[in-house]
């Protein structure tokens, strides 16, 4: 691998040639990708300059998972002090070093860094030392500068410049599942470098279509700023929200929020990987590059497909139908002889999946006419964070309302699992829609509302229930979902924006900033607030309040978890300011049936579905790890990096928010009050569970947790029930 520094004189960044097999075959995809819409330096260089950047942050998230999951056969990390390191004497390499020692081999640190973290490998005879510039919520490490790798006897440690290169250290510990799993691993390590190198030359160029609307770093001025905070409807001035939603090509505003998160998963080391997919399918499909792909469908014998709706909605094809116009003449058209369109169902499909998956693992079917790809037509699409949630162009408008979002079914692994549609998602999802459409009704909910999800279909051969084998994977592989547009829900009023949660935390393409800062500085127009740090603790607050009391008010009294995560929370905002919060993807959510049973309402999942809460634990790890952990700890954690704002006092005005809704609950008579002190006792206790992915990953765990103990920030004052 050859490293050029950057040039001083020049200012341009480092540049590194592709090392790993991945990063080479996405060399390709990046010269096209940057050739066709850069307008400076030689698209090779621009890759060069992405690998260096994207190697970092892959590496920080690898050792980061490290730290905070505690994987079985490493040693705990330990964090001494940056300016006077104390090392402890265990285990064994550490006995080696001594604070000047340590000083000595790491070299030069990062101005921000505060402390040191050691991470011992004792049967390697080595330590690798991370720079720790703070300690968020929940122990999440912001790590700076370099991570530096020490070998017993040596005296200088050696820069690890790729995540990969830490792998053989990890299997030397024997923390793998096996030598398969490891080899699995520095895969997707590599795939995510190569992945996330890419996604950084696509940021240019929606930072150009931003520009275009006029709202950058060098054209925004205070003036701006306060037209642009101002509430939408007859705003004299734009917001960045609305520069986004116009600047950014795509079918929504929805969708172009979700374009400009480029970042993956925010601390998952694969959250950059679609396995399965090359560099260019991911030109080809991927939301960051593409606004537009193209949905494909195939039509199912009824005989052999699960069609479900929620009560009063539509069935699954006759919306289809009606949105896209032209496909009810092509189903006709392609149809065996002597079949009539009423006794097939249609489900749209990714159009990877369409050509990939579809013509092999529905070859016998489609033979006999089970299965019949609707080969004449397509209709245009942007792609979600996700790549199997697409958003659908110009369909026909039913009801006056916005056209639905389509779910799909895609063969392809992000993150830990691959992203199929199972019959468990179709069986439940109208399921849950009543349910909490029920519950929605009988509470009022003044801020939290569901996308919810209409109806679906799936191939499913007679018989069943299908749990795995075969016929599972054939229902899996060829089904699809219609979801509520966003635009579509009360809780969106006129001018309002609902934004996916992740854009929030992702770089402002205005600024170069995260999106948050400014709104925030909008905000603090708004609110004719002068001093920032002001501004962001009433925007925490006012953001807490719309999105969590009533989602604790909903576990409390009802026993529903939702999995509301940075990418499944759509947040509103009127202008710069929060105002409900909707979230999406009843798939992963826990329904816990003796407290909806108390409530008089019951549900009947899909056999051996993970939405059955196996006990009150479950519903804790669910929505305290989602809500807390992944969603508002990465909002608290910019906000209080980038504007210097204390995080206890941001953690404590959510804190308030929790005990909120736990009051609601605690103030229905029907609801005993021990219940709740158990929930909040979960909630507020310290340490708290931690999801360790990264532990997960190395043991090969996909559904099954793999937990740890973190310190948990709304720990604060001792609770007041005890």
Request: charged share 25%; glycine share 8%.
């Amino acid at each position: 691998m050859t490293i050029v520094p950057g040039d001083a004189n020049s200012g341009r960044p480092e540049t590194a040639t592709p090392r790993t097999a991945a990063e080479r075959d996405a060399f390709g995809a990046a010269v096209h990708y940057t050739r066709s819409r850069d307008r400076g330096s030689p698209p090779e260089r621009s890759y060069a300059e992405a690998l260096p950047v994207a190697r970092r942050e892959i590496l920080f998230r690898f050792v980061r998972g490290i730290m905070r999951g505690s994987p079985a056969g490493l040693c705990d990390p330990q964090f001494v002090s940056a300016s006077s390191p104390s090392v402890p004497d265990e285990p064994t390499p550490l006995s080696d070093l001594d604070g000047p020692r340590l000083l000595a081999a790491v070299g030069p640190l990062a101005d921000d860094c505060q402390r040191l973290a050691l991470l011992p490998f004792p049967a390697a005879g080595s330590v690798v030392v991370a720079q720790v510039a703070n300690v968020h919520g929940y122990d999440r490490a912001r790590l700076c500068g370099s991570v530096r790798r020490w070998n017993c006897g040596e005296d200088d440690a050696a820069t690890v410049r790729h995540p990969v290169d830490l792998v053989p250290l990890v299997e030397c510990a024997g923390a793998f599942a096996d030598a398969r799993q490891a080899e699995r691993v520095r895969g997707e390590l590599a795939e995510s470098v190569a992945n996330l190198a890419l996604a950084r030359l696509a940021e240019r160029i929606h930072a150009e279509a931003v520009d275009a609307e006029g709202l950058t770093a060098e054209t925004v001025d205070a003036e701006e700023i306060d037209a642009a905070a101002a509430p939408r409807p007859g705003a004299a001035g734009r917001s960045i929200l609305d520069a986004v939603a116009d600047g950014i090509p795509a079918a929504d505003p929805v969708a172009a929020f979700e374009r400009i998160t480029t970042d993956g998963h925010p601390f998952h080391y694969g959250g950059k990987i679609r396995r399965g997919m090359t560099a260019a399918d991911g030109l080809a499909y991927a939301p960051e590059f593409t606004d537009r792909i193209d949905l494909r469908f195939v039509a199912v014998d009824r005989a052999y497909a699960r069609e479900t709706r929620a009560a009063d909605a539509e069935r699954f094809s006759s919306r289809i139908l009606a949105a896209f116009g032209g496909l009810r003449d092509a189903l006709g058209n392609q149809l065996p002889s002597g079949r009539d369109p009423g006794e097939y169902a249609v489900v749209p499909v990714h159009p990877w999946q369409f050509a990939r998956t579809i013509p092999d693992r529905y070859a016998e079917q489609r033979r006999d006419g089970r299965v019949v790809p609707i080969s004449e037509f397509s209709h245009p699409a942007t792609p979600g964070l996700n790549l199997r949630t697409v958003v659908p162009y110009d369909t026909e408008r039913i009801d006056g309302g916005p056209p639905p979002h389509v779910k799909l079914a895609i063969a392809v692994q992000t993150t830990n699992v691959e992203r199929t549609l199972s019959p468990h998602a179709v069986t439940n999802g109208p399921q849950v829609t009543d349910l909490l459409s029920d519950v929605a009704g009988a509470e009022s909910f003044e801020t939290l509302g569901f996308l919810d999800e209409l109806s679906a279909t799936c191939y499913f051969a007679p018989g069943g229930p299908h749990l795995d084998g075969d016929q599972f994977d054939d229902a899996r592989h060829l089904s699809g979902l219609l979801r509520a547009n966003p635009y579509d829900h009360p809780l969106v009023g006129d001018g309002a924006h609902p934004v996916v949660a992740s854009s929030l935390v992702a770089d402002s393409l205005a600024t170069g900033r995260p999106l948050v800062c400014d709104l925030l500085d909008e905000y603090a127009s708004a609110t004719e607030t002068t001093d920032p740090a002001d501004a962001a603790l009433s925007f925490v607050a006012d953001y807490a309040s719309v999105v969590v009391p009533e989602q604790v008010f909903l576990l409390s009294k009802y026993g529903i978890a939702l999995e509301s995560h940075l990418q499944n929370s759509l947040v509103a905002f009127d202008g710069p300011r929060p105002v409900a919060t909707l979230v999406r993807d009843f798939g992963g959510i826990r329904v816990h049936r003796g407290r909806i049973a108390d409530r008089g309402r019951s549900i009947d999942p899909y056999p051996e579905s993970d939405l059955d809460a196996d006990g009150e634990t479950d519903l804790y790890r669910k929505l305290y790890y989602a809500l807390f952990q992944n969603h508002l700890a990465e909002l608290v954690a910019v906000i209080a990096t980038e504007l210097d704002v204390d995080e206890g006092a941001c953690w404590a005005r959510i804190r308030a928010a929790c005990e909120h809704g736990f009051d609601a609950a605690r103030s229905d008579p029907a609801v005993a009050d021990e219940r709740v002190r158990r929930d909040e006792r979960a909630l507020f206790a310290d340490p708290a569970v931690h999801k360790a992915l990264t532990a997960m990953r190395l043991r090969g765990k996909r559904h099954e947790y793999v937990t740890s103990e973190v310190s948990n920030p709304l720990a604060g004052a001792k609770p007041r029930f005890e």
